[in-house]
């Protein structure tokens, strides 16, 4: 060795005191949003087989976990529905007393305003067909029948007691037919929070056990290729134009490319979604011991975070919140 070496980055990381002083990202809870299920006509929560820890939840089983969550300081929650009946349009997506819809309300009754209660607005948990949209005379996803369903749905969801909208059907025009219809319905306030950028990903596995999914074939006429990454850039601004108030990409860790270019340009906050396949290939990893489980869920967490995402939705939020506690 000739001469002093003249930078040293390792003296930045000789403790873990000063690890943490000069550490460019970190989690924290409010960030964390916990995506829930909520199933019609069981009597006890049942646990999924492909996501350890998660259940479909009773009513009652859903308000204890929530309050679990938003004492853990989680940021939000975001519930799913998993009804007894479906039919061609997905009728108890629209009806009052559907499953989704008695979910929020008692979240809200419970909750108030301590937290941010968030609904999935999609068709697809509630069609027969397992679609996202209502078909046409052909069978096609038809785009413009869909908003409407899309609309009415918005409406019902706000008066039920959402925060937030998630529009995750990757309709055309999905977020102005929202928009127009809460405004009309005179609920300005409710944010609309649009999965802009959704790929038709193998990660959905487990989720389509979790809403008992009734779907054949699959979402490639709407959900984005994945080999596709400028085409996130139009569906971003087209969000945006239509009055999107929060954005997400979806999935999270195969697409953080396209994560870091939708924070670049979004003037709004951009959200992350670490899917069930996600959460599925760090627990199937862990529990045959090939993987550190526990780091390996916080390293996937803050990635997201450093690729621009400001807030994550995670079925790790509750454990990853409380341990971020304890440090
Ligand atoms: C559609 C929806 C899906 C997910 C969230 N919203 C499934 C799909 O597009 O097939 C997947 C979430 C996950 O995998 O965790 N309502």
Known sequence: MSGPIPERPRRLRQTAAVRRLVSENR????????????????????????????????????????????DAGVGGLMLF???????EIGSGATDPKGILNRGLRRLRDVLGDTTVLMADLCLDEFTSHGHCGVLDQQGR???????????????????SGAHVVGLSGMMDGQVAACRAALDEADHQDTVILAYAVKYASAAYGPFREAVESTLEGDRSTYQQDPANATEALRELRLDLAEGADIVMVKPALPYLDVLRSVAEVSDVPVAAYQVSGEMAMIEAAGANGWIDRDRMVLESLVSIRRAGAQMILTYYATEVARRLRER
């Open 27 to 70: 989690l924290h809870p409010a960030e964390l949003i916990l995506p829930m299920f909520v199933k019609e006509g069981i009597d006890e929560p049942v646990l999924l087989d492909s996501m350890p820890g998660v259940q479909q939840h009773t009513l009652d089983s859903l308000v204890q976990a929530a309050r679990e969550a938003v």
């Open 81 to 87: 529905g998993v009804p007894q009946q479906h039919d």
């Open 141 to 159: 996803v038809d785009n413009d029948a869909t908003l409407q369903r899309y609309a009415e749905m918005a409406v019902v969801q706000a008066e």
